[in-house]
């Protein structure tokens, strides 16, 4: 246990979705998910068989971990020994509310949340922020956040950098489809800034690129939940067909802009699903780069977590 008289003066709490670290967490991760209700044994084996697809488990917890680490390097060089980057995660361990508690036994006044993900969303973002604001409370934490990082320029500047590199390689005329998680369509009608939140990276991106709207590039999600009620929409899938229909590009590159790590949702859905619906219309297909642990994009949240507290 770290004394108070060493411990920093601010506590980052860095959160992500979390995933399975072994199979045998697969389905106690899925019933997470189903807020306690365990997964069907289709739904599970359908889970277990995407895993398989894209060599048995997602990266995502290994580079959620290098995540913290380039982080906590960034703010150290920011601000020496002045902060200490703890991981809380939504539906693996160490949980938001888990890690609330340690850093409360340790005598920690202060955190300031950082969510990997760039798009606020009260279904995203907001809860994140809602769920270590509610584990703090009865200990007297205050907590602060990074409420949105859509359009920081160190983020922008990757996405831009690599997307012109990748449409040097690519047929002329290639479309660019900007995608991010689906959510729930009674979210977006409630007033959530979420899609307008996705569409200000992907104008800043195109503006970077010389990309122009509607016969360049357009928005797609991806990944929609598995229940009845409508999601938000068109589906990545349905903009290929309509790129391959259309006839006038002869190739796709999508950019998953919402996912700043490599995961299912980016190495299946998009790699292994969207590409073969390209390959089936007859596109070239390619897919820009995760942030992952950017040095230079992590500087930036390190510069945001510093502002924000």
């Known amino acids: ?42 739904a599970l084996a359908d889970l277990v068989a995407r895993y398989e697809a894209i060599g048995g488990l997602s990266p995502l917890a290994e580079l959620t971990e290098r995540q913290q680490q380039r982080l906590q390097q960034e703010l150290d060089t920011i601000d020496p020994g002045g ?58 934490i205050s907590v602060s956040g990074v409420d949105s990082w859509a359009t920081e320029p160190a983020f922008v500047e990757f996405i831009a950098s690599d997307l012109a590199s990748r449409l040097e390689q690519m047929p002329a005329d290639t479309h660019v489809v900007f995608t991010a998680h689906s959510l729930p369509q009674r979210i977006i009608d409630s007033g959530d800034p979420y899609p307008d939140e996705l569409r200000s990276t992907a104008q800043a991106v195109a503006a970077r690129v010389g990309l122009e709207e509607g016969n360049s590039w357009s928005i797609g999600w991806q990944s929609a939940g598995r229940t009845p009620e409508p999601w938000i929409g068109p589906d990545i899938l349905d903009v ?15 950019s998953a802009v919402g996912f700043v790590a490599d995961h299912l949702e980016v190495l299946y859905d998009l790699d292994i699903e969207a ?11 390619d897919r820009t780069a ?20």
């Not at 770290?2 to 506590?11: D, E, K, W």
């Open 240 to 254: 290929i067909d309509d790129v391959g229909a259309n006839g006038t590009h002869p190739g796709v590159i999508v």
């Open 83 to 140: 902060y200490r980057v703890e991981l809380g995660l939504k539906h693996a361990e160490p949980k938001i509310e888990a890690s609330v508690e340690q850093l409360a036994s340790e005598g920690v006044t202060k955190i300031t949340g950082l969510v990997l993900a760039p798009h606020y969303s009260t279904y995203s973002i907001g809860q994140y922020l809602d769920r270590t604001r509610t584990a703090a409370e009865p200990h007297g």
């Open 275 to 285: 590409r073969e619906r390209a390959e089936q219309a007859g596109l070239a297909f």
């Open 290 to 309: 995760c942030v992952n642990d950017d040095p230079a994009v992590l500087h930036a949240l390190a510069q945001r977590v510093v502002d924000a507290g």
């Open 1 to 42: 246990m770290t004394s108070p008289q060493s411990q920093p003066h601010t506590a980052v709490m860095l959160m992500a979705y979390g995933t399975p670290r072994h199979r045998d967490e697969i389905e106690p991760y899925y019933t997470d998910i189903r807020r306690g209700r365990p997964p069907t044994p289709e």
